[in-house]
């Protein structure tokens, strides 16, 4: 089975002028990705807008961006959605597709009930063998998939991480005292990835790599090999970054930032999302000359 560790970058989905998906320009920024030494790739996730992504969009760039890694790292696929029969379609497609693993996140709008999230996951890794790793992000969804719940998941075979972003150090620490020692938990923020690996995480999946691939690459390292020092050097040395990257809703701020770096072509995120405001715009562009980017 594949090992989840590291740092997996949240790859944004860039679109053309008229609004399709820029396949050219997803192929150079999953090479600037694995260039940079990024351990994973992870398309079609909240960062990639696939919430407004049709079905044979989500499809295109999963198999687009499998096809583009060429098993040169992890490809874990986003799958989940508040409907446990389409989340059961789109993580067939990804096994299908070739993804490594799916990401699922906890269904949104929906509000089930802890009982309704484990019979949720319990349906989909019943139906599609793939490995799963759970999505918690209540900012997003309204609902906290709680430790023992995530616990109780774990015992499902294919069930094998977590990518918590709740930013809750006392939650995470739960998950991980619960679950069995191989089940992987993933920092979901940017922010606490560090810590995560401090008290027994395995990486992250993160949207400041979109802009900064090498450095939030080796702060994983570091914490992974048990070196804090440079760890936590790292850490701060991206901080400004991290916190530039939600001057917005994401994505907002990484495609703008990768537009100003000449990544991308256009940075208009897909509506109801929309552009940035000038004043955010001129924030984010002096983070981005103070790591070097601009």
Same mark, same amino acid.
């Given at each position: 089975?594949?090992?989840?560790?590291?740092?997996?970058?949240?790859?944004? &989905?860039?679109?053309?002028?008229?609004?399709?998906?820029?396949?050219?320009?997803?192929?150079?920024?999953?090479?600037?990705?694995?260039?940079?030494? &990024?351990?994973?790739?992870?398309?079609?996730?909240?960062?990639?807008?696939?919430?407004?992504?049709?079905?044979?969009?989500?499809?295109?760039?999963?198999?687009? &961006?499998?096809?583009?890694?060429?098993?040169?790292?992890?490809?874990?696929?986003?799958?989940?959605?508040?409907?446990?029969?389409?989340?059961?379609?789109?993580?067939?497609?990804?096994?299908?597709?070739?993804?490594?693993?799916?990401?699922?996140?906890?269904?949104?709008?929906?509000?089930?009930?802890?009982?309704?999230?484990?019979?949720?996951?319990?349906?989909?890794?019943?139906?599609?063998?793939?490995?799963?790793?759970?999505?918690?992000?209540?900012?997003?969804?309204?609902?906290?998939?709680?430790?023992? &719940?995530?616990?109780?998941?774990?015992?499902?075979?294919?069930?094998? %991480?977590?990518?918590?972003?709740?930013?809750?150090?006392?939650?995470?620490?739960?998950?991980?005292?619960?679950?069995?020692?191989?089940?992987?938990?993933?920092?979901?923020?940017?922010?606490?990835?560090?810590?995560?690996?401090?008290?027994?995480?395995?990486?992250?999946?993160?949207?400041?790599?979109?802009?900064?691939?090498?450095?939030?690459?080796?702060? +994983?390292?570091?914490?992974?090999? %048990?070196?804090?020092?440079?760890?936590?050097?790292?850490?701060?040395?991206?901080?400004?970054? +991290?916190?530039? +990257?939600?001057?917005?809703?994401?994505?907002?701020?990484?495609?703008?930032?990768?537009?100003? +770096?000449?990544?991308?072509?256009?940075?208009?995120?897909?509506?109801?999302?929309?552009?940035?405001?000038?004043?955010?715009?001129?924030?984010?562009?002096?983070?981005?000359?103070?790591?070097?980017?601009?």
């Amino acid at each position: 089975m594949t090992t989840f560790s590291g740092a997996y970058v949240a790859i944004i &989905t860039p679109f053309t002028d008229d609004g399709a998906v820029n396949v050219q320009e997803l192929t150079e920024l999953i090479e600037f990705q694995i260039d940079g030494g &990024t351990h994973g790739i992870v398309p079609c996730g909240t960062t990639g807008e696939s919430a407004t992504m049709s079905h044979e969009e989500h499809h295109l760039v999963v198999e687009h &961006t499998i096809k583009t890694v060429a098993k040169r790292v992890p490809v874990v696929a986003g799958s989940g959605s508040n409907s446990t029969s389409e989340s059961i379609e789109l993580t067939r497609h990804a096994k299908t597709a070739g993804a490594d693993g799916a990401l699922m996140i906890t269904p949104y709008y929906n509000k089930p009930s802890q009982e309704g999230l484990y019979q949720h996951f319990k349906k989909v890794a019943e139906a599609v063998d793939i490995p799963i790793i759970l999505y918690n992000v209540p900012s997003r969804t309204s609902i906290n998939m709680l430790p023992e &719940t995530v616990a109780r998941c774990a015992q499902i075979p294919n069930i094998v %991480g977590i990518k918590e972003a709740t930013a809750d150090l006392n939650q995470i620490s739960e998950v991980i005292r619960l679950c069995p020692d191989d089940f992987m938990v993933l920092s979901g923020d940017d922010f606490t990835s560090m810590a995560t690996v401090a008290i027994g995480g395995k990486g992250l999946i993160s949207v400041t790599s979109n802009v900064a691939p090498a450095p939030m690459a080796k702060m +994983m390292e570091a914490a992974l090999a %048990g070196d804090f020092t440079r760890a936590r050097e790292l850490h701060y040395q991206l901080f400004p970054l +991290m916190k530039a +990257m939600f001057y917005d809703t994401n994505p907002v701020p990484a495609k703008t930032a990768l537009a100003m +770096m000449g990544k991308i072509s256009a940075a208009s995120p897909r509506l109801p999302l929309w552009t940035m405001s000038e004043a955010n715009r001129e924030r984010l562009a002096v983070a981005l000359k103070d790591a070097g980017l601009i």
